[in-house]
């Protein structure tokens, strides 16, 4: 099973370009979150989504947007990147009943 | 809200030494509460959870914690710990199974 895939693992912008980071899980999950991760600062929520079509902010969403079109993937968008946007993102998904998140590996941007 | 307090921000220990890494959270309502462990370049996974029941919850790899509601803590423990337990474990709450807030973690470093 491949879980919570995100890509691209690494990457590297310019201050001021966009880039959208992509998470897909095939757990037929309904509910997926964004979060980053700062060095001391554990995770904090981006945005998270219920299902297709529904999406609310989390604790930071100054900066970012995302969308859920389908139950599998929910892409995370930087429309102009900051250098307080340097960080490692994470992707996570749960069921409906369970109430265990899963996580995708981790995607690290730098913006220079 | 909730919110959690991760007081020791690295634990040093030695190969076969028990361990204990500490948690307490703030909470106006009833709580779950979650360890996930972090391994280098990887996403979180589930260590254990407590939702309800036994206030004892043992998890993956030998570790446990015990939930106590009057000191408002959810301590994690291992009688003996391993070189593969270095890592970082973060805390979790969460007021309902929609959102988790987490803790700023505690580095864990096993030596010989």
């Known amino acids: 099973n491949a879980g919570v895939t995100q890509t691209p693992k690494f990457r590297i912008l310019k201050i001021g370009q966009s880039m959208t980071l992509q998470c897909a899980q095939d757990?037929?999950?309904?509910?997926m979150y964004w979060y980053r991760q700062d060095p001391g600062m554990g995770l904090k929520l981006i945005y998270y989504?219920?299902?297709?079509?529904?999406?609310d902010k989390g604790e930071v969403p100054n900066g970012y947007n995302v969308s859920r079109s389908t139950t599998e993937d929910f892409p995370l968008r930087l429309e102009l990147a900051a250098p307080s946007q340097t960080s490692v993102y994470f992707c996570?998904?749960?069921?409906?009943?369970?109430?265990?998140?899963?996580f995708g590996a981790g995607t690290r941007l730098s913006v220079l | 809200a909730q919110s959690v307090t991760q007081l020791d921000s690295q634990v040093p220990v030695f190969e076969e030494a028990p361990v204990e890494l500490r948690c307490n959270y703030s909470?106006?309502?009833?709580?779950?509460l979650f360890w996930y462990v972090q391994y280098p370049n990887q996403g979180l996974q589930l260590l254990l959870k407590?939702?309800?029941?036994?206030?004892l919850v043992k998890g993956i790899n030998g570790f446990e914690a015990e939930f106590n509601k009057s000191q408002t803590s959810f301590h994690l423990r291992k009688p003996s710990v391993h070189i593969s337990d270095t890592a970082e474990y973060f805390c979790?709450?969460?007021?309902?199974?929609?959102?988790?807030?987490f803790g700023t973690g505690t580095r864990l470093l096993v030596s010989p």
């Open positions: 996570a998904s749960r069921t409906g009943v369970e109430n265990i998140q899963y």
């Open positions: 757990m037929n999950h309904n509910y």
């Open positions: 989504s219920v299902g297709a079509g529904i999406t």
């Open positions: 909470s106006s309502v009833s709580v779950y």
């Open positions: 407590y939702l309800s029941g036994s206030t």
């Open positions: 979790a709450v969460s007021g309902s199974f929609q959102k988790l807030v």
